[in-house]
């Protein structure tokens, strides 16, 4: 399956950018209901059912397509919130679901037949055989590729499935197989399968330790920083730590995905759709990251180069990083 | 049905760590002579780049774990990559033996072989429990971060034998990147296995030197030791029937004798965890099944 270029796919955590990924040119935009049926939970972040069902008429009419995701894991004895989430997207009209969790996916494919299913990175779904036990099971049309895969890796595994693949572009960036990774309710008793959160703002302090200030998750130190040093928000798995005797990043620096320089190679690879993390943030990083991610898709689709853009003010310690589609990361 | 504690059987997980071959193989030896466990998995699902020592030794481990009336099955990789790995995971359903199946991979693999599901595989509610009683699974085991009032939602209907993690560090990440070999200014290519340098895995701490996690080459796991011989009164209500403990360096036959005996009523829990503690110097919790913190030691368990 090979494109000549990449469906630019788009977070959105409110109507505002939504509208505001929509006019910078996302070919396709992603959102949540408000509920733990997906994995920004956050408050004062996602879509009502009215506000959803807007939101696909604003994208609708501009050809933009709108997926819902409802990638966390349905709570044991209490499915129902998501299998109303099924029934608002089949009333709304979405163009996809993005699931990752098998119990989901059975329902959906039963109850919703029409509405297209696409498999979350929740599921992590790494080689061609799991791939095609998902498309064999649930008829899934598109993956989500898990930030474990190099360029060559994902170009491989192309020629071996017939199921279109999304890989992550910019933002956030998991270290650990997503949908595989309990670090956050080890710390804080939330969690991105559970209760779609990683690393919660409810569990997050600073404080002020002699002249350094000190980020904690719960109990937990993630980061101390000198005066004047840039403080980041304590991601569990970007903090610093004591190992083998030394202090360092040992899972990651604070840092963002960015693959601008890899646009060509992953065209070529025959990759469908190119994602954006994000839907936690704000409109502007929404406007700004979108048009700069529309305008180096059609570079690369072009045949040329695109230009990496400054983007630094919306990463994670003002740094960004291939991540795991360079051998070297691992 | 409410179950009695006396018909809970006991699983001794997959060795997680990288210990000498001797060791490993040594280790399933005495198992198989003096541990009152039921069901043993036996297999590398970390790295598969320590996959070549174990498997030249899996059919002696095998056939001495069967003669001693084990029931024996091969644990199938936490996360499966390259071709090389895909390969080894196919292997697995030509030995013979049933498969524990802890990725997609293996399940798309699995052909007719008879096979169970592990801990990797997310089951979270009884639905997914119901898919994979329908795909013929005949046991399953539940990911360590469900707490009690999911684990019992799950397993009350259940058709087939429901097991959670009961002993042992909890394993809590999976990653590409290799943190030992990170930590050591290795890459995971050229990692010189330092990880077998760690018996228990690689301490990590806080800058406030607060014990953290521990890092187990490309896996990463709690710090404290989960532990329910407390809960297993309400494990038993909850219609959980087997348990699994994980391989530590500690004494694991003494460990699982501990667990039997409070399950059969011949000892008490709070006996049991004492002398549990005097087995690891680490700090208990449980905090999963009570749906807080992990790390964190709830109910009746002492905390150290």
Known sequence: MTTETLELVCPAGTPAALHAAVDAGADTVYCGLLDETNARNFPGLNFSAAELEDAAAYAHKRGTKILLALNTYMRAGAPKAWYQAVDIAAHVGVDALIMADIGLLEHAAIHAPHIRRHLSVQAAASTPEAVRWYKDRFDVRRVVLPRVLTVPEIANLITEIDVETEVFGFGGLCVMTEGRCSLSSYATGKSPNMNGVCSPASHVRYENCGSRLVSKLGDFTINSFDEGEKAGYPTLCKGRFEANGKISYLFEDPTSLNVVPLLPDLIKSGVTALKLEGRQRGRAYTEKVVSAFREAIDTAAAGLMPTTPDLAVFMEGGKDTTGAYRKSWQ | ?304
């Open chain 2, 1 to 304: 049905m409410p179950h009695s504690s006396k018909n809970i059987t006991l699983t001794l997980g997959p060795v997680l760590f990288n210990w000498p071959v001797e060791q490993w193989r040594d280790f399933y030896f005495r198992v198989a002579d003096e541990a009152p466990v039921d069901r043993v998995l036996v297999g590398e699902i970390v790295c598969s780049k320590r996959e070549p020592f174990f498997t030249p030794h899996l059919p002696d481990v095998i056939e001495r774990l069967e003669a001693a009336g084990k029931t024996v099955a091969l644990a199938s990789p936490i996360l499966v990559m390259n071709k090389r790995e895909r390969d080894a995971v196919d292997s697995l359903f030509e030995v013979g033996y049933p498969v524990e199946i802890n990725d997609t991979t293996a399940l798309q693999m699995k052909r007719d072989t008879a096979f169970s599901v592990g801990p990797f595989i997310n089951i979270y509610n009884e639905a997914a429990r119901a898919y994979f009683e329908k795909l013929g699974a005949s046991h399953i085991c539940l990911p360590g971060e469900l707490p009690l009032s999911s684990i019992e939602a799950i397993a009350k209907d259940a058709n087939v034998p429901i097991e959670v993690f009961a002993f042992g560090r909890m394993p809590l990440a999976i990653s590409a990147r290799c943190y030992h070999a990170r930590a050591n200014d290795l890459s995971k290519d050229s990692c010189r296995y330092v990880c077998s340098e760690d018996q228990d895995g690689m301490d990590v701490d806080t800058l406030d030197d607060d014990p953290f996690l521990t890092v187990n080459g490309v896996q990463t796991l709690s710090r404290t030791f989960h532990n329910v011989i407390s809960d297993l009164d309400e494990l038993a209500a909850a219609h959980v029937s087997a348990l699994r403990l994980s391989p530590h360096s500690c004494d694991m036959v003494e460990a699982s004798n501990l667990f039997r005996l409070v399950l059969d009523g011949k000892l008490d829990a709070e006996e049991a965890n004492d002398r549990l503690a005097g087995l690891v110097d680490q700090t208990f919790s449980n905090g999963f099944l009570y749906g807080t913190e992990g790390f964190k030691a709830e109910g009746n368990l002492v905390f150290s």
